[in-house]
């Protein structure tokens, strides 16, 4: 596998790399299946500009809807454990293969632990405003908005130096 990023280092790196994105991959296709046609509204109320664009959204789904809504929370509870984990695995594994600045490292160590926390705060936001609407306000909503935007942007940026950092590697470069 000499050339594909598996060369130096541990196996056990590699392992623990695959074995997390694995994970990370079965949580998000068992999370998008019980959003089914809904994940469309999830990504509405994560970037709603205001009280009323959240609320129309919560509004707009029937019971069945709603439901499924309600569903994703309980396994997005785990999801980003996972999706944290893997992302560090992916750090470490790129600094055995590329050393990292001391600095970079700590940032992309540092990033999916803060996602994840950001995660943790929309999903209880999420699941207490859908039974509570009566405390649906402007800056609420403009809040939970931010910590998802900082959440997708943490968790995506990471991977995205992820990605290519592990192409460098593949390239030889």
């Given at each position: 596998m000499r050339g594909m990023g598996f060369r130096g280092g541990s196996l056990r790196a590699n392992g623990r790399l695959i074995?997390?994105?694995?994970?990370?991959?079965v949580s998000q296709a068992n999370?998008?299946?019980?959003l089914g046609p809904v994940g469309s509204k999830l990504l509405k109320t994560q970037t709603a500009p205001s009280a009323r664009a959240y609320?129309?959204?919560l509004d707009g789904m029937d019971a069945a809807e709603t439901e499924r809504y309600r569903s994703h929370?309980?396994?997005?509870?785990?999801?980003?454990?996972v999706y944290a984990a893997?992302?560090?695995?992916?750090?470490?594994r790129l600094d055995e293969l590329a050393t990292l600045p001391p600095t970079t490292k700590r940032v992309l160590l540092t990033a999916p632990v803060v996602a994840a926390a950001g995660d943790y705060?929309?999903?209880?936001?999420?699941?207490y405003l859908l039974d509570h609407r009566d405390r649906i306000t402007d800056a609420t909503i403009r809040t939970?908005?931010?910590?998802?935007?900082?959440?997708?942007v943490l968790g995506l940026g990471t991977f995205a130096y992820l990605a290519r950092g592990f192409v460098r590697v593949w390239r030889g470069r």
């Open positions: 074995a997390w994105s694995a994970a990370f991959v999370i998008l299946r019980l609320t129309a959204v929370f309980y396994p997005d509870f785990v999801h980003p454990i893997a992302l560090r695995a992916g750090v470490r705060i929309e999903n209880v936001a999420g699941l939970t908005t931010a910590v998802s935007t900082t959440k997708w």
